[in-house]
């Protein structure tokens, strides 16, 4: 059978953006995530993102989205219903987008049955190592959410 797996995107270092990399923490030990859900950090590697599709029934990824929100806002999307807006300058080979790795895991044939992407809108992405008051007070309700998705 299949493992599911939450996958969190993002950079440690650059306040908001480091969302997902929290959530994935909090959720290590959690008894209500289901024990055959997989905690991937992928933070800054599109080739970690693009391996933790392969032969999943089920692919949460975590990561700050710029949606026009209020800072600490969380909605669940459909890759479907995404569209990237970042500029890539191709400088590293660690670089990437989530939508160009889900389209290159689609073109390989290896990709997970189901796809989800909790985007939550950051305040500040500027570099620092703490994440904004509007998200930090936020973060077991983020939990929560990655948990009602495997339930």
């Known amino acids: 059978m299949a493992r599911d797996a939450v996958v969190a995107l993002g950079h440690p270092w650059r306040g908001d953006d480091g969302v997902g990399l929290r959530v994935l923490e909090r959720l290590k030990g959690d008894s209500r995530l289901p024990p055959d859900v997989d905690l991937i950090d992928a933070a800054g590697s599109s080739m970690t993102a693009l391996h933790s599709l ?3 029934r089920k692919v949460l990824f975590i990561d700050c989205a710029s949606m026009g929100e209020k800072p600490g806002t969380c909605r669940c999307f459909l890759p479907s219903e995404v569209r990237s807006q970042k500029v890539m300058p191709r400088l590293s080979l660690h670089e990437g987008d989530l939508m160009e790795t889900l ?8 990709t997970a ?10 305040q500040s992405v500027e570099m620092g190592a703490a994440l904004s008051p509007a998200l930090e007070g936020r973060l077991d309700e983020y939990v929560s959410r990655v948990i009602a998705e495997f339930s």
Do not use: T
């Not at 389209?103 to 290896?110: I, V």
């Not at 049955?113 to 950051?122: R, W």
């Open 113 to 122: 049955q189901e796809v989800v992407i909790l985007g939550i809108e950051p």
């Open 54 to 56: 392969s032969g999943r």
């Open 103 to 110: 389209e290159s895991a689609k073109a390989l044939g290896d």
